[in-house]
């Protein structure tokens, strides 16, 4: 079995399941970063990567945008004259001074506070599905690009095992013994492994391009990592992750859009009521002083005429269709995750059993073949087909390994997790909501 290091796990992204979140900030140069595992790599991309920071400037922009709503708005000041009066000596110079306040139905600051936090929250939400989808790219990716290089090894070592076969079964046409056929397909197999070579190399440089895109790297770019860990997955860990459907951050998005909606549908219960428009007028053309100054109230009148009634009609069906969103996603996410579980499972135990019986049955029938071969006891046809045999299995156990990692990803991401020890504050998320409803 190959040996492959350690996991080194890095939190990094939003504190999303603790109430509290910050943005991923750049505090490292994008341009030239030299990375060394897997951790960085993703950690790069979380700073780096352009879509992944445009998600955290909404959010950000939203949260500036609450921060600024739930206050009254600016006073209006109105100033007026009458030009005919000035320089007039028979009047004195006239001229009006208005003061209004508009002043809303009580409650409709705060509630528009409230809905403009929740849009919010909703932006935070899916700042951090970003993350994880993120890392579930570079994982894919990254788990792509070592299966071909993989892939290539394989190539090299049965292109040397040809070049060396060659030459006996060349020796053996010259000594009577072996046929032009068997040189020709052994000539043959060995420039199909040359074809198939061009082919991984190619893939090898559009993987480092699919890495270079997510990781938003640069050109000069060096990226030398060693192979994936081989990480766990427990059955509690997905107990756990079943019972955190509710803290992904899908869900959160849902349900922050849905506590939105609530206070735009109470806001336009509220604009059936009146709105006021407080004043004060000193005008000057009066010429009895007690009729100068004019303090008084305008309100509108919210007549429906269908419009307002429409409106909250449209919010209630736009409730409705995010609560069976929110019920479709939480089924999609108990199925996904359950699923990506056994695929992981199952591409664990195929990988042993080529690592522990197929591949080394494969090796011993090659080993064999290509002994008998060289003795006069076994055909040409023999070693060909053993050859195939042990380069079809080394691939297929290559593949189960790179699905591992593959399902891995896709396992973290169905959890709602951009790193594995984050399943850590869902399982305390869990029990805080346990405790808080027992002392309820």
């Not at 951090?128 to 570079?138: F, N, R, V």
């Not at 292109?159 to 052994?186: D, N, P």
Request: with cysteine.
């Amino acid at each position: 079995m190959k040996k492959l290091i350690k996991p080194i796990t890095v939190f990094i992204g939003l504190t999303f399941l603790a109430g509290k979140a910050t943005a991923v900030v750049a505090d490292e140069s994008c341009d030239n970063p030299s990375l060394n595992d897997h951790i960085q790599l993703v950690r790069h991309a979380l700073l780096c990567n352009g879509e992944q920071q445009a998600l955290d400037a909404k959010w950000q922009a939203q949260t500036h945008h609450a921060n600024s709503v739930g206050y009254l708005d600016d006073p209006k000041l109105m100033l007026g004259m009458a030009p005919k009066t000035l320089d007039n000596n028979e009047f004195d110079d006239g001229f009006i001074v208005e003061l209004s306040q508009p002043l809303p139905w009580p409650g409709v600051l705060e509630l528009r506070k409230q809905a403009a936090n929740d849009a919010a929250d909703a932006l935070k939400s899916k700042s951090y599905l970003g993350q994880i989808h993120l890392a579930k790219q570079i994982r894919l990716a990254f788990a792509q690009w070592q299966y071909h290089r993989r892939l290539l090894e394989i190539n090299s070592k049965h292109q040397a095992l040809w070049h060396e076969f060659l030459a006996i079964v060349r020796a053996k046409y010259a000594s009577g013994t072996g046929t032009k056929s068997a040189i020709l397909q052994a000539t043959h197999e060995h420039h199909v492994l040359k074809q198939e070579a061009i082919e991984l190399s190619a893939r090898i440089e559009r993987a480092i391009s699919e890495l270079r895109r997510l990781g938003n790297f640069s050109a000069e770019s060096k990226i030398v990592i060693d192979e994936l860990p081989l990480t766990q997955f427990t059955s509690a860990q997905l107990e756990t992750s079943l019972s955190g459907l509710n803290l992904q951050p899908s869900i959160q998005a849902i349900e922050s859009q849905r506590h939105q909606k609530n206070k735009q549908l109470l806001l336009a219960e509220k604009d059936r009521y009146p709105s006021f428009n407080a004043f004060a007028r000193y005008n000057s053309l009066w010429m009895n002083n007690e009729q100068q100054w004019v303090v008084g109230v305008g309100f509108n009148l919210p007549f429906d005429f269908g419009k307002r009634t429409s409106r909250e009609d449209k919010i209630k069906a736009e409730q409705l269709a995010l609560r069976w969103q929110q019920q479709d996603t939480l089924s999609l996410l108990r199925e996904t995750l359950i699923q990506s579980f056994s695929h992981w499972q199952e591409s664990i135990d195929v990988y042993q059993l080529y690592q522990n019986d197929l591949l080394p049955l494969a090796e011993e029938n090659m080993a064999t073949a290509r002994d008998e071969y060289r003795s006069g006891n076994g055909d040409f046809l023999g070693f060909l087909t053993a050859q195939r045999q042990l380069l079809t299995t080394e691939k297929k156990s290559d593949q189960a390994l790179r699905d591992q990692f593959a399902y891995h990803a896709q396992l973290l991401a169905a959890a709602g997790l951009v790193y594995p020890n984050e399943i850590n504050a869902i399982n305390g998320a869990i029990k805080n909501s346990v405790q808080e409803n027992t002392h309820d």
